[in-house]
């Protein structure tokens, strides 16, 4: 989803963050030696994000403190020049199915180890999809990007005791209504908010895994 879609209930949002871009500054030559447990990250493209504007701002819709000379930048594309690129999810032995509105992108998610592929722009009722490629059990996990627009069909494609962890809000109105508790009940399901990398544990066994695959 394009920053212009996610505007567009709020027009004079989008006049303030155009007026700030003149306030960016080249900060010099970048770290060329990365530190203690870091990576070396060789940027191609970079993004100003909605969400970098809001914690720029010090917004309360995103209330977390951003540093004095912190540089916004939440999203990148380029090579990870130590690691290199890994499917955590395949590699972990998961069944992973994806979901994406562009079949080329679902070609590369082939590539990186997705065994089913949905295309959420041509199969609105994905989650029936999700459903047919579990033998009607539904998945254990659904990582949800988009909130509103997209947790009925998260929650149903959710197996019984399952969970749905929410990461992101993407959808165009968030404030739509939501009709979720029966199959929250009755399904005995979980949603999970999760927010950065989670704890300091998971993340270590993250960069255990990581070292060992
Ligand atoms: N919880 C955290 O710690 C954390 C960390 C980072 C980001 N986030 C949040 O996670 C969300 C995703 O971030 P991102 O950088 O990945 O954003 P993004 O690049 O704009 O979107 C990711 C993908 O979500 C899919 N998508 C967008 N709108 C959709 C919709 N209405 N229905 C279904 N799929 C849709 C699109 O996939 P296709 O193009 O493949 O269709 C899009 O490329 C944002 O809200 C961001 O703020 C949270």
Redesign the pocket.
Known sequence: ???EDIWKPQPWFKRAFIANLVDLQDLGPSLLKPGKKQVLIRIHAAAY???DKLVVDHSPHYPFKAKVDLVPC??GAGVVEEAGPCSIAAAVGATVIA????DD??EVAKKLGANHLVN??KSTDWATQVLQATDGTGVDLVVD???A??IEQSLKATRYGGAVV???????DPTQKINIMQDVLFGAKTIQ?????GSMEQLSELARFMDKH
């Open positions: 989803m394009a920053c994000n909605y969400k939440l999203d979901t994406s509105s562009s992108k679902l959420y722009r990007v988009v909130g627009a997209s929410s990461v992101g809000l993407l959808s165009e908010g999760m927010l950065g990398a």
